[in-house]
Every structure is written in structure tokens, then in C-alpha cells.
């Protein structure tokens, strides 16, 4: 696979890359371990050499560091600090935290487990409000300057903060929900980004899997899997929104194509410096994300696309209320 650099970083990764969180919680009972091993290992002979993980997402980062232990030097995994987890166990999480000191206390904890040296890119999960991001981005440069972080990057931030936080410790990626339904970073983010040469990194480029086609008005998700608190998949946003699968169908159809491949290859297009990381526990779903970085849409097909999707109203929020923390800031 082809790599592409971050913003202006110098850091190359795979064109696109693979979030693991699905491996360890959200999309239903955690899948077999050893098979996610196997898993992530097989990715990475496909070329796929970033990885994203992060301490909030259960053991996923034990699970990436033994997983990737054997490729050491040859991967880059990102992971995240931010959130206050639950002591009890009951909840991922209990609400944000970025003080300095919890940002230290979880580096030392994700460099264990990760089992690595340094951690290639430490992103902040979520904005915290209560603590200035001038002093997050002090705090992620003091460990860089001992060697324990390699680079510094932001998850669902808005313009303002990525441009104090790069004022003290240059960004070399954003993380944000960027799709086909989910077009918000256009409007500043990506503008602002390529102005400052940081790197895009979209999480849920497949639209947590509605965009590959496979999940219909019908589809019935278990009480483990997140998305059935998710308004947008509901049973009247997953009909209303088909639209878009419609759309992805038609040209994949021209293309000898899945949906799903469409929908990273148009992602791929918008920008050179744009690495998606859709998730799976599938090799089969795994080969597919992979080969959608051979696909190439001509100009008249990104017109096509842009043309029909600007017609589609996407029905439902990201989040339920009681989750807005996590729509970033």
C-alpha cells in the first residue's frame, strides 16, 4: 500500500489505516482475542502500518501492543488521554480529564501497555473545558521533549483551540467523524488544517458501517452495540438515509466496486494529506478497506457524488444528549 505524510509532520503512514476500538468494545461482545491478534497482524502485512487505539477503549491498547509487538520500528500507533474513567467498571467513562498530571499518569500507563518506548502520537480524546488547551499542549510537549511522546495530536477540536494548542506544541494530526454523512470538518476544520499543515485522520469513515451497505431500516443491533442509542440509526434515519447507500451503489456498480470502497476512495480525493481509519474484525471487511486505496474516482465522478449527496438530507444526530461531550467542542 501507498503511504501518505501527515499535514507537513515528515510522519508517513498507510494511505489508510485501521481503528481498533471495535476489537474491544461498542459493536457488540469483544470478539476472540486471538483472533483480533491474528487480525492486526494480517493488516499489517497488507501494508497497513498506523493503528488507532486509545485507554478508554477497554484493553484495546494490551491488545494492539502484543498484537504489533513483533513489528516494532515498522508501525505507528496512536492512542489518546482525556477522559476520567469509571473506578467502578460500570462505564467507560465518567467524564472528561486533561489535567497535566492525568495526561503524565496516562502516557506512563499506555507506554506499558502498548509496550513501546514512546508513543508515536498522543492524541487528546475530547476538548476538556475546565483545563486551558494551552496547558495540554505544554504538558504533551514536556513528554516529548523527555522522549516518551513522539507527536501531538487533537480529536474533535474546533479551529480556535487546534490554533493555541499548535501555538505551543506543533499538531501533526486532527481526528475527527468525517464521511459521506457527516461533512461538518469541511467547513473549517479541513480549511484551517491545510493553512497550518497538520494531517486529517477521519474515525468512522464508513459511517460506523451504514455506508457499506450491509445495515438496512431491518437491521436489529444487540443491547452491546452502541449504535442502537445512536439517532442515527434508528429505524426511520436508517430508511431515510439510504439515499446515500443508494448513491455509493450507483458508482460502485461503474467501478467494480463495493459501497464501502467508494465511500473511502472519495475520502481519499478530498485532500493528499487525508489517512481514514475504518474499523473491523473481518479480514474479509479488512481486504476490502485495504484496496479501496487502488480505487481512483475521476473528476467527473467526485462532481457526480458531490452533486447527488448535496441533494441528501442526512436524518438523525451523531449522538444522543446524554453523550454531547463526545461531539467534540
Known sequence: MNKRELGNSKLEVSTIGLGCMGMSVSYGLPPNKQEMITLLRA?????????????????NEELVGEALAPFGGKVVIATKFGFKLDPTGSKAFVGLDSRPEHIREVAESSLKRLKVDAIDLFYQHRVDPDVPIEDVAGAVKDLIREGKVKRFGLCEAGVQTIRRAHAVQPITAVQSEYSLWTRI????????????????????????????????????????????????????????????????????????????QIALAWLLAQKPWIVPIPGTTKLNRLEENTSAAEIELTAEDLREIDDASSQITVQGARYPEQLEVLTGI
Open 43 to 59: 493488516a499489517f502485512e497488507r501494508g497497513v502500518t498506523f493503528f488507532d487505539t486509545a485507554e478508554v477503549y477497554a484493553r
Open 185 to 260: 470538518p469541511e467547513q473549517e476544520v479541513i480549511p484551517t488544517l491545510e493553512e497550518l499543515g497538520i494531517g486529517f485522520v477521519p474515525y468512522s469513515p464508513l459511517g460506523r458501517g451504514f455506508l457499506t451497505g450491509k445495515i438496512d431500516e431491518n437491521t436489529k443491533f444487540e443491547s452491546t452495540d452502541f449504535r442502537a442509542a445512536l439517532p442515527r440509526f434508528t429505524p426511520e434515519a436508517r430508511k431515510a438515509n439510504q439515499a446515500l447507500v443508494d448513491l455509493l451503489k450507483s458508482i460502485a456498480g461503474r467501478k467494480h466496486a463495493t459501497p464501502a
